[in-house]
């Protein structure tokens, strides 16, 4: 049965795909694939009860249930006993609000807003779009747009 959890520091949330019986040093592997940084300098932890994984035993076994969070920590230094501390930050109180959307492209790009691409179906289900700086643009000038973010 798959299952997928939620990985997360500070303000990262990376959600992995994983299997009940894949150990902890498997996931901590395909954290290696996104992050760079090794298995040995990773250690993951069950937020609520601050209690590290094991790297020889599973995900059930560290009772980890589907979509449930774990906290990524990384080492301090090259002393195997210095961790980072817990700090995942929450969405509900954000530092900074997102810049405000609206017609002003130039505006928002000034502030560096995100880029976002959204496919939809067809015209019954809601057009192709691109949303960049917070203005909805038709299909047809994807193209221009996209040449003009890079």
């Excluded at 249930?65 to 301090?76: C, N, Q, T």
């Excluded at 000034?110 to 019954?124: H, M, N, Q, T, Y």
């Excluded at 779009?129 to 747009?145: D, I, N």
Aim: proline share 7%.
């Amino acid at each position: 049965m798959s299952m997928y959890l939620r990985v997360k520091r500070g303000k990262q949330t990376i959600f992995l795909h994983c299997e009940p019986t894949d150990s902890i040093l498997s996931l901590k592997h395909k954290i290696k694939a996104i992050t760079n940084v090794a298995p040995e300098d990773q250690k993951l932890m069950i937020i609520d009860e601050r209690i590290p994984c094991d790297d020889a035993k599973t995900v059930k076994e560290c009772k980890l249930e589907d979509a449930g969070s774990i906290a990524l920590l990384f080492k301090v230094s090259s002393d195997p006993i210095e961790w980072e501390e817990i700090n995942i930050a929450r969405f509900d109180e954000p530092e900074q609000p997102p810049p405000p959307l609206g017609p002003s492209s130039e505006a928002n790009a000034a502030r560096g807003a995100p880029v976002v691409v959204l496919f939809g179906g067809g015209a019954a289900r809601g057009a192709r779009a691109v949303v960049f700086g917070g203005l909805r643009m038709g299909a047809s000038v994807v193209s221009l747009a996209a040449r003009k973010a890079i």
